[in-house]
């Protein structure tokens, strides 16, 4: 009736559809949904991002924050040719939309728990390194005992890591974890760094050196913002080491592919290169006298509901890293 309909919030209204002048029932997931499309905008500051996170076209996002607009007579975006800001109004909607999906993750998470169902999907960004080389086998096994969980893996550079996951991402794994008061931080095993070089450099006919060995050795390097390249310019720091560096790259996959035509030699974690060692375009040589090893850790949001399908992929990590 229509006192009951005067009880109904505007914002609610919106996707409310009307059958001959009679409105339909409610249905809460559908106002879910427009507040996530309208926080993942926030936090994105895409619309493109935004769409692709909930996989509808730049256009719904657009249509979905008119209708929120139009539902609280308010402006909630302030848009702009170079980036979008928000009103006060959009700033109070962004902070109780906020909990009320986090509210709403709580309730389907323990819904799953007390039907013992694990389903839903994971979000994963990752380093290169353990996107290409430590990952897939652990998703191929969770998949087996899982097989109504999706898992998104995502690989980035290690900045881009921490902002998805203080964004939209659930986990993340990275290598040389950086404190953030709003992340939660699993340590995970230590990659042994080991040399390598082409199977024809004079190195390749050792079993292992001392890091003081390298000096003024061709060296092949990881760009300076990356959390190895720091590592390994204090490691030559501490023991004196200067090296001639002749070339940067952004992952260990370019590495090693300059370093299978010779240009040079490079340290990286020993897991990356075993195909390589295997096929003889690569010689491995072990480092003597330091602490060589790359710490793993899982990251993710301090106030973030982990789901059930979460809990055990999670679980799954601890286990075999």
């Not at 290690?158 to 659930?170: I, K, P």
């Amino acid at each position: 009736n229509d006192s009951a309909l005067e009880m109904i919030p505007a914002c609610l209204m919106l996707s409310l559809p009307v059958d001959q002048g009679r409105v339909l029932p409610f249905n809460p997931l559908m106002h879910i949904a427009s507040l996530k499309v309208f926080c993942d905008l926030v936090e994105t500051k895409s619309f493109s991002k935004a769409a692709q996170i909930n996989e509808v076209t730049q256009s719904a996002v657009s249509q979905t924050i008119g209708a929120l607009e139009r539902g609280f007579k308010s402006l909630l975006i302030e848009r702009s040719k170079k980036n979008l800001r928000l009103t006060r109004e959009g700033e109070v909607l962004y902070n109780y939309s906020k909990q009320i999906l986090q509210i709403h993750d709580a309730l389907q998470s323990k819904i799953q728990e007390v039907k013992d169902v694990i389903s839903g999907n994971i979000r994963v960004a990752t380093v290169y390194t353990l996107g290409l080389h430590v990952l897939p086998p652990l998703v191929k096994h969770f998949l087996k005992s899982y097989p109504t969980v999706n898992v998104h893996v995502e690989c980035r550079r290690a900045n881009q890591v921490y902002e998805s996951v203080l964004g939209n991402v659930d986990l993340g794994l990275v290598a040389y974890p950086v404190p953030d008061p709003k992340l939660e931080i699993v340590s995970l095993r230590k990659d042994k760094l080991v040399l390598i070089c082409h199977p024809q450099h004079p190195l390749a006919k050792r079993k292992s050196i001392k890091i003081s060995t390298l000096n003024e050795q061709k060296f092949i390097n990881f760009e300076r913002d990356l959390p190895t390249r720091k590592a390994l310019d204090k490691i030559f720091k501490t023991h004196g080491v200067t090296v001639e560096e002749v070339m940067e790259m952004d992952n260990v996959e370019t590495l090693k592919r300059a370093v299978e035509i010779d240009s040079g030699i490079t340290i990286v974690p020993q897991e990356t290169v075993e195909q390589e060692v295997a096929n003889g375009t690569l010689a491995v040589v072990e480092i003597q006298g330091g602490d060589f090893f790359r710490p793993l850790a899982l990251i993710y949001k301090k106030n973030r509901v982990l789901s059930p399908a979460i809990k055990q992929f999670i679980a799954l990590l601890k286990e075999s890293l």
